[in-house]
């Protein structure tokens, strides 16, 4: 595709349980980020990959989230054990250098 | 701390009737502050980049203008369509230079 893809486009979980959200990014982006974005907030960053160097995941919030990248390319983020709390727009966004951030459409989840 | 503040937090406007959004920001060294778009259940759509006080970008009924402290979103003869949440990030620390920080947002409403 043309652009970001995310899915599933909503997820509705109940607590305790885990969920996996997807990305994929533009073709050939180098550079692929997660957020969260709660309602009425600013983006929250999450994690960042560029390439094969390590990821930065100095925004994941607590040991349960966590996310990987496979290939350069298809990215999964993991929530184990969900909380309320984390009931949020889950945003991916994608590179080609470190400025313009191309996103995708978000994955909305509910913990109930 | 860096922060980037938006308001107001909502804008309520006639077609026709032009006003400003304000993005106030205190980072040290900034790189470039971002403005995004973002349409109810989408992800931000990218708009403008400035890099430097006194830098001036245009698109359509939208112009953005930067100072050392803030950067403007000037809005002229808005239709409904401009109808969206505006958002703000800049990009600030020299050996982070991936990560943006995010306002809240401004949600602009054109009433026809």
Not at chain 1, 59 to 77: I, K, Q
Not at chain 2, 75 to 87: F, H, N, Q, R, V
Request: net charge neutral.
């Amino acid at each position: 595709g043309a652009g970001v893809s995310q899915s599933p486009s909503n997820k509705v979980t109940e607590k305790g349980k885990d969920v996996e959200l997807r990305c994929d990014p533009i073709s050939g982006h180098t550079a692929l980020y997660w957020y969260r974005q709660s309602l009425g907030q600013g983006l929250e960053f999450l994690i960042y990959f560029q390439g094969n160097s390590a990821p930065d995941k100095s925004g994941l919030p607590s040991d349960r989230f966590s996310a990987e990248r496979t290939g350069g390319s298809v990215s999964t983020l993991t929530i184990q054990r969900t909380q309320q709390e984390d009931s949020a727009v889950y945003l991916c966004a994608s590179s080609a250098g470190t400025t313009r951030q191309y996103f995708g459409p978000g994955t909305r989840l509910t913990v109930t | 701390e860096d922060q980037v503040t938006q308001s107001p937090e909502a804008l309520r406007l006639q077609e026709g009737e032009s006003s400003s959004l304000n993005c106030s920001y205190t980072v040290s060294g900034l790189r470039g502050l971002f403005w995004y778009r973002q349409d109810p259940g989408k992800g931000p759509e990218f708009l403008f980049t400035l890099y430097s006080a006194g830098e001036e970008k245009e698109k359509e009924r939208l112009k953005a203008t930067l100072t050392k402290k803030e950067s403007f979103l000037h809005i002229t003869a808005p239709k409904p369509e401009d109808s969206a949440t505006y958002l703000c990030a800049v990009q600030a620390p020299m050996d982070s230079n991936y990560q943006l920080i995010w306002g809240a947002g401004t949600k602009l409403i054109i009433k026809p």
